[in-house]
């Protein structure tokens, strides 16, 4: 076990870091562990990366719990999509090869970042963010097409499921801008929809088998991103929305290339 205790550190900064942009931290952990587990099989890596990402999701949705951020009405409606999905994936995942996995993380990523920097404009509505309350409260009820977010919801789902990640990084802009929500709702909320994304991918991955050989260093990234998901947490309602989408943006682009770059 003490060859794993430096992933506890790792596990840290992605938990402080996809907390604040209210992702899993799935699209950060991924990458790292295909580039130091070169020879690992994609469902074990994608079984790995889901198990930490529920920790992480389940320590920032605590937090945020606490800040009264999550709308949990739209959260249930997300993951009435996101169950079916995410088993459907991780019953992918077995099929693909590691250069096919490692290019189709890729070019998700690009897209993702793409489009968050083409439209980078998008601000907090009038009542919309919860700063100025000062028990957290946002004010407004956020008003929605429920079939959007049953769709969105599987589309997260399967992608989380067959990668290994929480989906954060298309949910949250998805919610910001197809059904408005505020984007500091929107990260809470996202946070709280990946517990039960995750822990869903994950089970069908113990079932399946092909997590039983990450299981050390799931341990160890867990205890990390736990700790890193209270410090995302607290510093978040300090970061205008703007820039959390813009950093979001910015760290897609930089792990699609890299991941393009692995498959070729």
Not at 119 to 143: A, V
């Given at each position: 076990?003490?060859?794993?205790?430096?992933?506890?550190?790792?596990?840290?900064?992605?938990?402080?870091?996809?907390?604040?942009?209210g992702?899993?931290?799935?699209?950060?952990?991924?990458?790292?562990?295909?580039?130091?587990?070169?020879?690992?099989?994609?469902?074990?890596?994608?079984s790995?990366?889901?198990?930490?990402?529920?920790?992480?999701?389940?320590s920032?949705?605590?937090?945020?719990?606490?800040?009264?951020?999550?709308?949990?009405?739209?959260?249930?409606?997300?993951?009435?999509?996101?169950?079916?999905?995410?088993?459907?994936?991780?019953?992918?995942?077995?099929?693909?090869?590691?250069?096919?996995?490692?290019?189709?993380?890729?070019?998700?990523?690009?897209?993702?970042?793409?489009?968050?920097?083409?439209?980078?404009?998008?601000?907090?509505?009038?009542?919309?963010?919860?700063?100025?309350?000062?028990?957290?409260?946002?004010?407004?009820?956020?008003?929605?097409?429920?079939?959007?977010?049953?769709?969105?919801?599987f589309?997260?789902?399967?992608?989380?499921?067959?990668?290994?990640?929480?989906?954060?990084?298309?949910?949250?802009?998805?919610?910001?801008?197809?059904?408005?929500?505020?984007?500091?709702?929107?990260?809470?909320?996202?946070?709280?929809?990946?517990?039960?994304?995750?822990?869903t991918?994950?089970?069908?991955?113990?079932v399946?088998?092909?997590?039983?050989?990450?299981?050390?260093?799931?341990?160890?990234?867990?205890?990390?991103?736990?700790?890193?998901?209270?410090?995302?947490?607290?510093?978040?309602?300090?970061?205008?929305?703007?820039?959390?989408i813009?950093?979001?943006?910015?760290?897609?682009?930089?792990?699609?290339?890299?991941?393009?770059?692995?498959?070729?």
């Amino acid at each position: 076990m003490e060859q794993y205790l430096w992933l506890i550190p790792v596990g840290f900064a992605i938990g402080a870091y996809a907390t604040l942009i209210g992702a899993g931290g799935g699209f950060v952990l991924v990458p790292v562990l295909l580039l130091l587990y070169s020879k690992e099989n994609p469902e074990t890596i994608a079984s790995i990366s889901l198990a930490v990402v529920f920790f992480n999701a389940l320590s920032g949705t605590v937090a945020y719990a606490r800040a009264k951020r999550i709308d949990y009405k739209s959260g249930f409606i997300f993951s009435i999509g996101t169950v079916p999905g995410s088993i459907l994936g991780a019953l992918t995942t077995p099929l693909l090869t590691r250069r096919i996995f490692d290019l189709i993380f890729g070019i998700l990523m690009i897209a993702a970042s793409a489009f968050l920097l083409l439209f980078p404009q998008k601000r907090e509505q009038p009542g919309g963010d919860h700063q100025g309350h000062p028990e957290g409260e946002w004010g407004r009820p956020l008003r929605y097409n429920p079939a959007i977010g049953l769709g969105v919801g599987f589309l997260v789902g399967y992608i989380s499921g067959l990668l290994g990640i929480g989906g954060g990084f298309i949910e949250v802009p998805a919610m910001v801008y197809l059904l408005n929500f505020p984007v500091h709702i929107a990260t809470a909320t996202s946070q709280f929809i990946q517990v039960i994304i995750a822990f869903t991918g994950t089970a069908t991955h113990v079932v399946t088998g092909a997590f039983h050989t990450g299981v050390r260093r799931t341990i160890s990234l867990s205890v990390g991103v736990v700790l890193g998901a209270q410090l995302g947490a607290r510093i978040s309602g300090r970061v205008r929305g703007d820039w959390i989408i813009r950093g979001l943006a910015v760290a897609l682009a930089f792990v699609g290339i890299r991941l393009i770059a692995m498959a070729f």
